[in-house]
């Protein structure tokens, strides 16, 4: 598993992002994935997950109505829809793949990390 996060960027309060995850070994499609969010001095947290079929998912409670994770296994990508962004939505963004297949909300049960992408939301 290699794991490439894209997406981030600058967006004003209420706008919309997406991001996407792909593993360029195509080898992630048996782990579940989650994309967590860190900010200076905080731990990193879960924001969304998904399993590995994309049958079931997570979503922090800040979020929920949100955004949206999402797979699509023919291009070996993990996407995170953001609509309706809050300046508190604002962080580096990080996808893992778990070493199961489940959809846990843990970092510790994520072995593989892409590099983050910074997400900016103006007020």
């Known amino acids: 598993v290699q794991l490439q996060a894209s997406g981030g960027g600058l967006v004003q309060a209420g706008g919309s992002l997406r991001l996407s995850c792909t593993d360029s070994?195509?080898?992630?499609?048996?782990?579940?994935v989650g994309w967590f969010r860190q900010t200076p001095g905080k731990e990193r947290l879960a924001v969304a997950t998904?399993?590995?079929?994309?049958?079931?998912?997570y979503y922090a409670d800040d979020v929920k109505g949100r955004f949206s994770i999402s797979r699509d296994f023919a291009k070996n990508t993990v996407y995170l829809q953001m609509n309706a962004l809050k300046p508190e939505d604002a962080g580096t963004y990080y996808c893992?793949?778990?070493?199961?297949?489940?959809?846990?909300?843990?970092?510790?049960?994520?072995?593989?990390w892409g590099k983050g992408t910074l997400v900016t939301v103006s007020s």
């Open positions: 998904i399993n590995y079929r994309g049958g079931n998912s």
């Open positions: 070994k195509r080898t992630f499609s048996n782990n579940g």
């Open positions: 893992a793949a778990a070493r199961s297949s489940w959809a846990s909300t843990r970092p510790s049960d994520y072995n593989y």
